[in-house]
């Protein structure tokens, strides 16, 4: 694994830092699944992790929440808590599990309290500022991946050691 050197407007997901970074963003969210806008925010958060493209969680008044319904199960996070997921009902198509949220996060993530993230690799198109997001490797991790991240991303074959 060698660092990607980022060239001027980009990020590196290499000086990203461990724990992870919570900030707000302006940039334009928007997420599509089967002909439908499931969501577009100008008041996203992303959370930046060392190895890892940017997680953007989406305030609910901005995501079309009578899309979704809890879906069983969770998991833990060491950062962010308990996490609920969500499945995706858009007329005849069901997509499970497609993103998720933490009722209850630390102190360091409360401003993403039910704010709900998407796994961009379950969607038919994630987009920010009008450039289309490509999912982070794998499919444990929920990362999009633009223009002005370079990596190499932790999630593919080979990387859970990182």
């Known amino acids: 694994m060698e660092r990607i050197e980022p060239k001027p407007g980009q ?48 305030p609910p008044a901005d995501v079309r929440m009578e899309l979704l319904t809890r879906a069983s199960g969770s998991s833990f996070c060491e950062w962010k808590g308990h996490a609920g997921y969500y499945d995706l009902v858009v007329g005849e198509r069901t997509v499970s599990k497609a993103a998720w949220f933490y ?10 309290a039910n704010y709900v993230a998407f796994y961009p690799s379950k969607m038919d198109a994630c987009y920010v500022d009008g450039e289309l997001a490509v999912a982070q490797p794998g499919d444990f ?21 990182w």
């Open 103 to 112: 009722a209850k996060p630390p102190r360091a993530f409360l401003p993403i």
């Open 11 to 58: 990020e590196s997901v290499w000086d990203y830092p461990r724990p992870p970074r919570l900030e707000p963003t302006s940039r334009q969210i928007r997420i599509e699944c089967a002909g439908e806008v499931i969501a577009s925010t100008n008041g996203a958060y992303r959370v930046l992790e060392t190895s890892h493209p940017p997680v953007y969680y989406l």
């Open 141 to 161: 991790y929920g990362g999009w991946i633009t223009s002005d991240i370079v990596g190499p991303f932790k999630g593919g074959a080979g990387t859970w050691g």
